[in-house]
């Protein structure tokens, strides 16, 4: 089925209102990261990735790794809204014996191509997954969602260098550029720009987009799939908590989930602004 930039920008909103329920439901988890998050991931499972729900392990599937596993929310609602598992199950994040757990544990559930918590870890097992596809002649695209917090570990630019040194040019990291970790903010704690510059010295492509901005997601994902020459790095500037306005930008956020009465309010401003699409259409 192919989609228009409108309609995922309903999806991107009816995820949100997904992580949202499922966060109060669990009453832990990760709200900041996760919401700022849907555009990316609406983009990516409904406008970009050669994926078929019903076959999770097709062969020739392309691979999403999600590196920053704490803002697994917004990855279990986007592949429940694929048709991957049944929704009901996302009320069960973070319960006792439930597949949806705090930190993804890969092949817990279809289409989760990794286990993550320990940042850091995700581009080195994306970099073994795409050279493998390398070597075996494979078409499919490795793509590997990343915090900017999570830049400041050491693991994260040995797999850049090695990635950049053996030009595994079917590799795309996304990297979530909210300039918020559990502790405040990126360039108060460790700084991380000139970001871009940093990429390009260890022989990445590197593009930089809004990464609210649908088409925008959408057109820098194939170019990035037709660089054959290095692999590509998309630095995607995101607002924190992104559409609920209480959230936004606050690094308090990052791992705290609504209570009962800001859950109401942020479904509220949810629908409002689905609403609006509708509306426009």
């Known amino acids: ?13 009816t995820i949100r209102e997904d992580i949202v329920r ?30 078929d729900p019903k076959k999770p392990w097709w062969e020739d599937r392309d691979r999403l ?14 592949l429940a809204e694929a048709g991957y598992f049944a929704k009901d199950l996302l009320l069960t994040l973070r319960k006792l014996g439930s597949p949806l757990q705090g930190h993804p544990v890969i092949h817990a559930l279809p289409g989760v191509e990794n286990s993550s918590g320990s940042l850091g870890q995700g581009l080195s ?4 997954m795409a050279l493998a596809g390398l ?7 490795v793509y590997c969602v990343m915090g900017d917090g999570e830049q400041q570990e050491g693991q994260v630019w ?18 979530d550029r909210n300039n918020i970790q559990s502790e405040g903010y990126t ?36 170019e990035a799939r037709a660089i054959l020459e290095k692999p590509v790095a998309i630095i995607a500037h995101t607002i924190a908590g992104k559409d609920v306005q209480f959230m936004e930008g606050d690094f308090r956020w990052h791992a705290k989930p609504p209570n009962k009465e800001q859950a109401m309010e942020a479904l509220k401003e949810l629908r409002t602004l689905k609403g609006k699409i509708s509306y426009e259409s």
Not at 135 to 141: C, D, M, N, S
Request: net charge negative.
């Open 187 to 222: 360039e108060d704690i460790a700084p991380l720009e000139p970001l871009r510059e940093k990429l390009e010295a260890f022989g990445w492509h590197v593009m930089e987009i809004d990464g609210h901005n649908v088409e925008s997601i959408m057109n820098s994902c194939r």
């Open 65 to 78: 790794l999600l590196s920053n596993g704490h803002v697994c929310p917004v990855w279990y609602a986007t």
């Open 125 to 128: 097992v994306a970099c073994g």
């Open 22 to 51: 499922m966060l109060l439901a669990a009453g832990s988890g990760h709200s900041a990261g996760s919401l700022g998050l849907a555009d990316v991931f609406a983009a990516l499972y409904f406008g970009v990735l050669r994926i």
């Open 158 to 175: 040995e797999a850049y260098w090695f990635a950049g040194t053996h030009r595994i040019s079917n590799l795309t990291v996304i990297i």
């Open 135 to 141: 070597l075996k002649k494979k078409k499919y695209h």
């Open 1 to 13: 089925m192919s989609h228009t930039i409108q309609d995922i920008e309903k999806i991107a909103l």
